[in-house]
C-alpha cells in the first residue's frame, strides 16, 4: 500500500520489499542520528497488520508458535516464528496482546499466507483471524522517544523502540505532530547495527532459528507442541547448526554497498575462491560506516577476514560457532 508520507518534501521512494514507503527524505545520516537520539519516526505503513480475538486466542497461538504466549501479561511485547514441518522459518510475527486483541505485524505481503495458515488451524478454537492491514498503519518510534501514543491505539514496547499500531486514516497528522520522519534506509541500518534478523532478508527456504540468534528471543526452549518442534530440539541438543550469522565491517573506500546475496568468501583466497556464505542486508551508517550482516558456514572461524564480493570486510560474532 502507497503512504500518503510519500508526499512529504524530500520523500524517496523504496524499492524492493519496502516498496510503498519512503527510503528517506533527503539526508540518511540525519535521519539516522534523530532516530539513534530518540526524537522522530519511521513509517512501516507498508506491513502487514494481523490481529487475532477470541477468548481462545493466547491458548491457541501458543500451540502454533515458537514462543512461549499463552500467559502473554497485557502490553508485554513478544516475538514468535512460525516453522515448517523441518524446522524451516516461514513467518515472523512482532506481536502484542491489549487484554481483548492479539495485534501483530509481519513481513509486508505475507500477511496472506500467514492468516490462510493460521485459519487452517483454528479447529474448535474460539478466535477470529483478520487481516487489517487495510486501516492500520505501523509506525516505529526510536528507544528514549517521547511521542504520544494516541488514545486505543496498541502498542508494542522493546527495548529498541515501540511499534504503534495507528488507524491508517491519522497516519499523517500524527506524523506532521511528532516528526521529523526518517526513511526505512536509516531504521534498517539501525537494525543491522543492533544484529536484528529479518524475514525474508536474513532467511531463505533452509533457515533455522539457531542459525540468526532468534533463540531464546523469538523461540521458547522449555515448551512444546508447535511445528518444527524437533528441529530445534535436535539442534539446541547438538550444538550445530549449519551455518551462523555474523556482522561485517565493510571496507569504507568501496562506492558501492554489496548487496543481498552477494558471495562471501575468505580474504586469502581472494575473490575467485569457494564461497562460505552469503551477504544478507548492508547499510551505510551514520558513524560505523559501510556494515553488513552475512550468514556464513559455522566452521568459519571467528577472526577470519572475509570478502563480500570485491569487498574487504571484518567480522564480528552474533552467533557463536
Not at 540518511?28 to 519511521?42: M, N, P, T
Not at 477470529?128 to 505501523?138: G, M, Q, S
Not at 524437533?230 to 565491517?249: D, I
Not at 572475509?306 to 560457532?321: F, I, K, R, S, Y
Request: hydrophobic share 40%; proline share 6%; net charge negative.
Amino acid at each position: 500500500m502507497k503512504s500518503p508520507l510519500l508526499s512529504l518534501p524530500g520523500a524517496v521512494p523504496a524499492e524492493g520489499r519496502d516498496e510503498g514507503v519512503a527510503a528517506h527524505y533527503g539526508d540518511l545520516f540525519r535521519e539516522q542520528r534523530a532516530l539513534a537520539d530518540g526524537s522522530g519516526l519511521v513509517d512501516l505503513s507498508h506491513r502487514g497488520v494481523v490481529t487475532v480475538t477470541g477468548s481462545d486466542r493466547l491458548t491457541w497461538l501458543h500451540l502454533l508458535l515458537t514462543q512461549h504466549v499463552s500467559d502473554l501479561a497485557p502490553g508485554q511485547a513478544t516475538e514468535a516464528l512460525v516453522l515448517t514441518a523441518n524446522g524451516h522459518i516461514e513467518h515472523a510475527l512482532y506481536l502484542v496482546d491489549d487484554g481483548e486483541t492479539v495485534w501483530m505485524h509481519v513481513e509486508p505481503g505475507t500477511q496472506g499466507e500467514l492468516i490462510a495458515y493460521l485459519e487452517s488451524m483454528k479447529f474448535f478454537y474460539r478466535v477470529e483471524v483478520a487481516d487489517r492491514t487495510e486501516d492500520i498503519a505501523v509506525v516505529y518510534l526510536p528507544a528514549g522517544s517521547i511521542a504520544g501514543v494516541p488514545e486505543g491505539s496498541a502498542v508494542r514496547e522493546t527495548p529498541y523502540g515501540r511499534d504503534l499500531f495507528l488507524p491508517r486514516e491519522g497516519l499523517e497528522a500524527y506524523a506532521r505532530e511528532h516528526g521529523p520522519v526518517a526513511g526505512v534506509l536509516a531504521y534498517e541500518a539501525l537494525r543491522v547495527e543492533g544484529h536484528r534478523p529479518r524475514l525474508g532478508f536474513e532467511t531463505d527456504h533452509r533457515t533455522i532459528p539457531h542459525e540468526l540468534g532468534w533463540i531464546p528471543g523469538a523461540v521458547h526452549l522449555q515448551k512444546g507442541c508447535y511445528r518444527g518442534q524437533e528441529t530445534v530440539a535436535r539442534v539446541q541438543n547438538l550444538g550445530k547448526p549449519p551455518r551462523r550469522l555474523v556482522f561485517l565491517h565493510l571496507d569504507g573506500s568501496e562506492v558501492l554497498l554489496p548487496g543481498h546475496g552477494t558471495p562471501v568468501r575468505l580474504a586469502a583466497d581472494g575473490a575467485e575462491g569457494r564461497q562460505l556464505g552469503f551477504i544478507t542486508s548492508s547499510a551505510r551508517h551514520h558513524e560505523l560506516g559501510p556494515i553488513a550482516l552475512a550468514l556464513v558456514k559455522r566452521n568459519v572461524a571467528v577472526d577470519a577476514e572475509l570478502l563480500a564480493g570485491d569487498t574487504a570486510a571484518a567480522q564480528e560474532t552474533v552467533v557463536e560457532p
